[in-house]
């Protein structure tokens, strides 16, 4: 079995998918990115987090698309539109995009309990931080 299906296996098996649309969304990120010079363990968890809905699955699509056309090797146009998405929300939002930042760059994030959070929000980082534990064992 390859990286890829480790991945995919290893989540699966620590039932870390929220729903069967999380499940598909993430796969198909993964089979169809898998292969790209610019993908990293770093891509994969903010893969594992955009897939969790349609919203951010369709954003993240979007940028993955245009790295791909335009023959990109790196992350790095991606980092930078996730820091202006950032900048341009200022609620939990706002948070989230910083997060998916940090997660692209395989950089420590903690989450921040005084960081007024929805309920919700505050599960998606935490289950994505235990899905970056498992991405990073593999």
């Known amino acids: 079995m390859n990286w890829k299906d480790n991945c995919f296996a290893a989540l699966d098996a620590e039932k870390m998918f929220e729903s069967s649309g999380h499940r598909t969304r993430f796969k198909e990120l993964l089979d169809c990115y898998y292969g790209y010079p610019f993908f990293t363990k770093g891509l994969c968890k903010c893969m594992y987090m955009s897939a969790w809905d349609e919203e951010h699955f369709c954003v993240l699509l979007e940028t993955l698309t245009d790295l ?3 023959r990109e090797t790196t992350t790095t146009e991606m980092r930078i539109k996730g820091d202006a998405l950032a900048e341009e929300n200022t609620d939990e939002e ?23 959070l929805s309920p919700g929000v505050r599960y998606l980082i935490q289950r994505s931080l235990r899905a970056a534990a498992i991405i990073d064992r593999i």
Do not use: I
Not at 102 to 116: I, K, S, W
């Open 94 to 116: 706002s948070y989230v995009y910083h997060f998916s930042v940090a997660l692209l760059e395989d950089a420590p994030f903690q989450l921040d309990e005084t960081v007024n």
């Open 68 to 70: 791909s056309l335009g």
